[in-house]
């Protein structure tokens, strides 16, 4: 296992459409792996596999219900392989967000509050989340990156943050 590194802008890796994940191999393992690792290292909520300049569609994110609240509350990881959005609430509600492949830069996004999210887990089983509130909005930045969408071409605005302003939710 290896922390990797991080790709940013205007890395075109980025901007790609990511494939499918077909097989859940040695290799996929030790993707998924090193995405945790990475992730944790960072550290972050969420990293989708392009922000390691692989250009698959997996996604892993480790949130804890509660955690704007009580940074100690238990976190819960999940991996996806080619996460679809199958449901989500008309209801969008506004939040910052930052992603560790734009520095420097944060953005208000409007994201559905509720979704359900289709997808294989890490051993080729199909699996399906709920999710809501913060998780879904990881969840809905994390699958925009599988299509090469960043949260700055969603953004209603985009600004530099003040070194003071602490920014909990990087992705
Ligand atoms: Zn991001």
Not at 21 to 45: N, S, W, Y
Not at 66 to 76: L, R, V
Not at 100 to 118: A, C, F, M, Q, Y
Not at 135 to 148: K, N, P, Y
């Amino acid at each position: 296992m290896a922390v990797q590194e991080i790709v940013s802008l205007p890395h075109p890796v980025l901007r790609r459409k990511a494939h499918k994940i077909t097989k859940f191999d040695k290799d996929t393992q030790k993707l998924i792996e090193d995405m945790v690792e990475t992730l944790r290292d960072a550290p972050g909520v969420g990293l989708a596999a392009p922000q390691i300049a692989v250009d698959s569609r997996l996604i892993v994110i480790e949130y804890g219900e509660g955690e704007e609240e009580d940074e100690d509350a238990p976190k819960k990881l999940y991996v996806v392989a080619n996460p679809e959005i199958v449901e989500a609430s008309e209801e969008k509600v506004a939040g910052i967000e930052a992603c560790l492949s734009i520095p420097n830069l944060v953005g208000e996004v409007d994201r559905h509050e509720r979704i359900v999210v289709k997808g294989v887990n890490r051993f080729g089983k199909p699996t399906r989340i709920k999710a809501e509130g913060w998780l879904a909005r990881i969840f809905q930045h994390e699958i925009d990156h599988l299509d090469g969408v960043l949260f700055t071409d969603r953004a209603s605005r985009v600004w530099q943050p003040r070194e003071d302003e602490e920014i909990v939710n990087a992705d």
